[in-house]
């Protein structure tokens, strides 16, 4: 075995032991053996500069030797894990927390009022459905398969309400498969659509629908290129292999992302298609007209834009062309190209969102990433502003356009999600549901900051605690950041977190550049030459908490997954002494090759990729988690987690990273990598795995701050006992 890691901690030097809330100073060393890695070198030249690549063989997701390592990771892992004294406490605390009813806002199709619930600790969610007030399950994907790793994706009904096509995926794959089945009966109506992956189901009338897939690549499916999406149309009572390609086909012309949707009323269908995560045509199709063109609305990838509603032939669209934060302009289909565009809801200095409902747009803006919502008509009046219940983030507020009713939530990071029944037309709304959780929101408190970065840009952070949190430096922190593609983090609650303040613990988000917090601006800054951004926001984010004595380097975690895996990576890469742990989660990690896997040249506009230019490879190289572990270097505490099934972000991003900080770690901060088996990238994992998987996270990170008992052991000694 190579490279052996002792976690050493001092030993009591007196028999009285202290019952307080501080940190123990007695505690039992692991001793980690890890296994070892077999480097089998892998050249590389990029423009004349010779790189390295140990452990490429770490890639081939199909090999008994990938396999092995896998199992043999785990196994240490898990033993180290096994010995945490407290960690089944944690377990039993977030069983406990997550043991309560959870329902979604219901929708109507046809005779049915649908909606999801779960009783509790269920691994999937149940969709219900309600008629004349009795209330029955329509689909339990807790059923699909033994251990509840397949989960239901897309559920969409035909115009009628009649036939429904739901996809399912399968050990957590992005790839998935359409099931067609009779609404009344719940028979299944024909054969199963395969291979399907990032897709919609749009119906057209009750014939057919549109979705979306690429041709199965050669080689694995859960890491080979695939780059070239299609759109197809299903008509109902035929078999796959008839399906038509809509769009797509033309091999001079690839796009990796091509989606169709339908209008309301079946008239139009809307095609988007983007090579990038930013970026997209748009083509709309006249469906009332036999044989009718496509007709380009936006040809070029210059902006974002989607359609919301229409009336007749009028389209109303959503763009940030000439707009950073959006706004809302109104076409005639018939000629919609933009120099036609009329101005609907004008750009604002904030981020705009937009839903429809009941006959009414809902504009959803981000204030310092705190939601604010005005409802217009369709003529573009302001009718109203929409008071929120407090300070956080809402959802909702869509429906079909002859509706009465609509729904919206609303949560923060110390509420849970909280349901409304609104009236569109007074504006009044009353509670819908309210969760009775065992959690007393009352006791924590959120307060928005503003820091500056290492450039001098002021970047908001939330950050949520106990009530009467004293600022003396003492408290286990998780600084949790994304910083990328665009994607705004708003308050919500989340059970795990709820857990790790019950125990003392403090919980900041900061809203980083490359995020969509303040519009296309502030995305574009976190992007490609300028993603240290990003990194910088981060680690100030790290020194003001240390700074004004919420937490210190010693009991301070980040965490991040996704792009947020990268986040967490580069900042532990660059600056070690800063934190005592790192949890990067599903991480982009290899930033030479990320665009080599599944779809990953399509995040191209936020990354740039190595071989853009050597300017840019250079750059990429330079915070390349994977390129910048260096030997003799003392990295804090490390639990990487991924999936055997993730195929968006391919495990072999965290397998390498994992071999090259235990081949190059100095010091006694322990790194590990938990692979879940049987699961992908987060969406559809069972509850069970998910609980398993945060006890071990809360338990390793308290456990390397130095904790031998949990910090408030009063919550954990009610379920204990």
Request: proline fraction near 4%; include cysteine.
């Amino acid at each position: 075995m190579k490279n052996t890691s002792i976690i050493t901690y001092s030993i009591l030097l007196t028999i009285i032991i202290f019952i307080s809330c501080s940190r123990e100073t007695k505690l039992k060393s692991i001793k980690v053996n890890y296994p070892e890695t077999i480097k089998k070198p892998v050249v590389d030249t990029l423009f004349g500069n010779v790189v390295i690549d140990n452990y490429r063989w770490l890639e081939n997701d199909r090999s008994e030797e990938t396999e092995n390592w896998v199992k043999t990771q785990n196994k240490v892992t898990s033993n180290y894990l096994s010995k945490i004294p407290y960690r089944q406490q944690l377990k039993k605390r977030l069983t406990q927390l997550w043991n309560y009813e959870k329902l979604g806002t219901p929708f109507v199709e046809g005779d049915y009022t649908y909606f999801y619930k779960n009783d509790g600790l269920q691994n999937q969610y149940v969709v219900y459905r309600k008629k004349d007030g009795r209330e029955t399950i329509f689909l339990d994907p807790n059923t699909f398969s033994e251990d509840a790793t397949t989960s239901l994706g897309s559920l969409s009904f035909s115009k009628d309400g009649k036939t429904v096509a739901y996809s399912i995926s399968e050990g957590g794959s992005d790839w998935r498969k359409i099931i067609i089945m009779d609404v009344e009966s719940k028979i299944i109506k024909e054969d199963t659509l395969v291979d399907v992956k990032f897709s919609g189901i749009s119906w057209f009338k009750n014939e057919g629908f549109y979705y979306s897939s690429y041709d199965k690549p050669k080689g694995s499916e859960l890491s080979a290129k695939t780059d070239q999406h299609k759109l197809y149309y299903h008509q109902l009572g035929t078999s796959q292999k008839e399906d038509m390609v809509i769009f797509g086909e033309s091999p001079s012309e690839k796009h990796r992302y091509v989606g169709g949707s339908t209008t309301e009323d079946s008239r139009f269908l809307l095609i988007d298609a983007a090579n990038s995560t930013s970026g997209n045509k748009l083509f709309v199709k006249d469906l009332s007209i036999s044989d009718s063109k496509l007709i380009p609305i936006i040809n070029t990838y210059d902006s974002d834009t989607y359609l919301i509603q229409n009336i007749h032939s009028k389209l109303y669209l959503v763009t940030d062309l000439n707009a950073p934060n959006k706004k809302v302009v109104t076409v005639d289909a018939r000629n919609p190209n933009q120099e036609n565009w009329i101005d609907f809801i004008p750009e604002t200095e904030n981020v705009l969102s937009l839903s429809s409902g009941a006959g009414y747009f809902f504009a959803e803006y981000m204030v310092d990433a705190i939601s604010k919502v005005l409802q217009y008509d369709f003529d573009g009046n302001l009718i109203r502003e929409v008071k929120l219940p407090g300070l956080g983030s809402s959802s909702g507020f869509d429906g079909k356009i002859d509706t009465n009713e609509l729904y919206f939530s609303f949560t923060n990071y110390n509420t849970p999600s909280t349901s409304y029944q609104f009236n569109p037309k007074d504006g009044t709304y009353d509670s819908y549901w309210t969760p009775a959780i065992n959690f007393n929101s009352i006791d924590y408190e959120s307060k928005q900051v503003f820091y500056n970065s290492k450039d001098g840009t002021k970047v908001p952070m939330i950050i949520t605690h106990k009530r009467g949190l004293e600022l003396n430096g003492k408290n286990p922190t998780i600084l949790y950041g994304y910083g990328g593609f665009n994607i705004s983090l708003t308050p919500s609650f989340s059970i795990p977190n709820a857990v790790w303040m019950e125990q003392g613990g403090v919980y900041a988000v900061p809203n980083l550049r490359g995020g969509g917090e303040y519009g296309k601006k502030w995305h574009d800054a976190g992007t490609q030459m300028q993603k240290q951004n990003v990194f910088d926001d981060f680690i100030a984010a790290a020194e003001y908490l240390i700074k004004e004595k919420y937490t210190s380097s010693e009991l301070l975690a980040i965490k991040g997954g996704s792009n947020g895996g990268l986040l967490v990576g580069a900042t532990m890469t660059q600056r070690p002494n800063l934190m005592k742990v790192a949890l990067p989660a599903v991480g982009v990690l290899d930033m030479l090759r990320y665009h080599t896997f599944t779809a990953g040249a399509g995040w191209a506009y936020d990354y740039g990729t190595a071989n853009d230019s050597i300017e840019m490879f250079e750059y990429l190289k330079g915070y390349s988690p994977v390129h910048n572990v260096n030997k003799g270097t003392k990295y804090p505490a490390t639990l990487v987690t991924t999936g055997d099934h993730d195929d968006r972000v391919v495990p072999a991003h965290s397998f390498k990273f994992a071999a090259e900080l235990q081949e190059k770690q100095t010091g006694d901060n322990t790194v590990l990598i938990r692979v879940e088996t049987n699961a992908g990238h987060g969406a559809g994992t069972p509850i069970a795995k998910t609980i398993e998987q945060y006890s071990d996270i809360f338990g390793f990170t308290l456990f390397n701050m130095g904790f031998e008992k949990l910090p408030n052991m009063q919550k954990i000694n009610s379920v204990v006992n």
